[in-house]
């Protein structure tokens, strides 16, 4: 039974070496309730634990079995879909694109069975952006229209990679519930989680396209001219990107 033990940093080891976690058993065997009750699909399974530290922080323990994506390289066996979520992870932090943070990522096959994890710290300054949004009913102009300039920013960001999400909806995008700036955000205060399906598009303008309809389709609380407000933004920090 090979097992592959991956720390995006040394200080993630650390960490999870203090609290007594920073290997595949123990993490597997970690007992918590599911945060997200499992889901049966692609021949496996895969769910969401969240699990506080001594130190009162938290982190998301996400354990699957024989739950996998196929690629250019891997057509027929395919590889875990945690393994592809969390080398998107580090490809928009080495972007500066705000995302999730990764602690681990750990595979093994076992009696047949492919199974696999991926830890991240949890994201308790943030909610998703539909949460926001009914949370917040009416806020401020300053507040509202950052918030969307922000989050227009850091999609621009991502498409201008050639990135597309390819599952960006209100709950995928995530916010911090106060801003670093009283009443004004930025981009440094939005994440995009989600990122299973991350690829690279055919192009910079096919990526946005699909990416901008889903959030369109997807996210609660916005009104026309919120739309119209997010897309002059958008294109905006896409000109700013191409300087």
């Excluded at 009696?111 to 949370?135: C, E, K, M, Y």
């Excluded at 300053?142 to 209100?170: K, M």
């Excluded at 910079?204 to 369109?216: I, K, N």
Aim: aromatic share 10%; proline share 3%; charged share 30%.
């Amino acid at each position: 039974m090979n097992v592959r033990d991956l720390f995006p940093s040394a200080a993630a080891r650390s960490e999870l070496q203090h609290h007594q976690l920073a290997g595949f058993d123990a993490l597997w065997s970690l007992a918590t309730d599911w945060h997200e009750a499992p889901n049966e699909r692609r021949g496996g399974w895969s769910g969401v634990s969240r699990h506080l530290l001594d130190d009162g922080s938290a982190i998301f323990v996400k354990r699957q079995e024989d739950h996998l994506c196929r690629t250019l390289r891997h057509p027929l066996r395919g590889i875990p879909t945690f393994y592809r979520e969390y080398r998107n992870i580090l490809r928009l932090q080495r972007l500066a694109i705000g995302t999730l943070e990764a602690l681990y990522y750990g595979d093994r096959r076992k009696g047949g069975h492919w199974q696999a994890i991926l830890v991240t710290r949890a994201l308790d300054d943030f909610s998703s952006l539909d949460d926001w949004n009914v949370a917040n009913p009416q806020p401020t102009a300053r507040q509202r229209q950052s918030l969307i300039a922000a989050i227009a920013s850091a999609c621009a960001r991502l498409h201008r990679q050639r990135l597309q999400h390819s599952c960006l909806y209100g709950k995928h995008v995530f916010v911090r519930r106060s801003p670093s700036k009283p009443e004004a955000y930025e981009e440094d205060d939005v994440r995009l989680i989600d990122l299973e399906k991350l690829r690279r598009g055919i192009s910079r303008e096919r990526a946005g396209a699909h990416d901008l309809d889903q959030l369109r389709r997807h996210t609660s609380g916005w009104n026309d001219a919120d739309w119209q407000f997010f897309t002059a933004a958008y294109r905006q920090q896409l000109d700013l990107l191409r300087r």
